[in-house]
T-cell receptor, first 115, second 114 residues
């Protein structure tokens, strides 16, 4: 188990559904990240939040909508996803995205399947 | 040229041997370097990080950094079957608009056989 908690662990949804992925950390970290990982590929960065503000959006389609309600929580709202969006979605946190030396710690991920 | 390159393997070593995993990076100004272990179907787990030239040891793991050669490696001594996983090298440039962004290699699959 990691100190970054992601829910749900598994999610199956249709292309017209709306769902949300949740991520929580209580390590006092001020930077949080969303990654997407396909099988046998490295994680791909989607979004970075630093001090609850969106600092990086890697040109992610608008069907993915991030939200950072407070410094401990990070959500990823999903709507009208495509089958190619099926992947492992990883949340990570670090003390401060502006400090190059701070490692990122990953949650266990949400395995998402789009029907 | 890719930002971070690793031999994809698979790398196969017998139990008790030293496994050597290598990584090169293209941005000479990169500042910090991380090794993650990922078991099949699981999330990446941080096992080592290094910022300065030289060696850093933690138990059976040693990270080595050579900034002049833009090369970072991970040695696993006394390899165990439980070390069988994919090892991801990640690099942080540490400046400008890329602050907070990790560049990952494709990963090296390691198998330790009994």
């Amino acid at each position: 188990d990691t100190e970054v908690t992601q829910t749900p662990k598994h999610l199956v949804m249709g292309m017209t559904n709306k769902k949300s992925l949740k991520c929580e950390q209580h390590m006092g970290h001020r930077a949080m990240y969303w990654y997407k990982q396909k099988a046998k590929k490295p994680p791909e960065l989607m979004f970075v939040y630093s001090y609850e503000k969106l600092s990086i959006n890697e040109s992610v389609p608008s069907r993915f909508s991030p939200e950072c309600p407070n410094s401990s929580l990070l959500n990823l709202h999903l709507h009208a996803l495509q089958p190619e969006d099926s992947a492992l979605y990883l949340c990570a946190s670090s003390q401060d995205s502006g400090n190059r030396n701070q490692p990122q710690h990953f949650g266990d991920g949400t395995r998402l399947s789009i029907l | 040229q890719k930002e971070v390159e690793q031999n994809s393997g698979p790398l196969s070593v017998p139990e008790g041997a030293i496994a050597s995993l290598n990584c090169t990076y293209s941005d000479r100004g990169s500042q910090s370097f991380f090794w993650y272990r990922q078991y099949s179907g699981k999330s990446p787990e941080l096992i080592m990080f290094i910022y300065s030239n030289g060696d850093k040891e933690d138990g059976r793991f040693t990270a080595q950094l050579n900034k002049a050669s833009q090369y970072v490696s991970l040695l696993i001594r006394d390899s165990q079957p439980s070390d069988s996983a994919t090892y991801l090298c990640a690099v942080n440039r540490g400046r400008g608009s890329t602050l907070g962004r990790l560049y990952f290699g494709r990963g090296t699959q390691l198998t330790v056989w009994p």
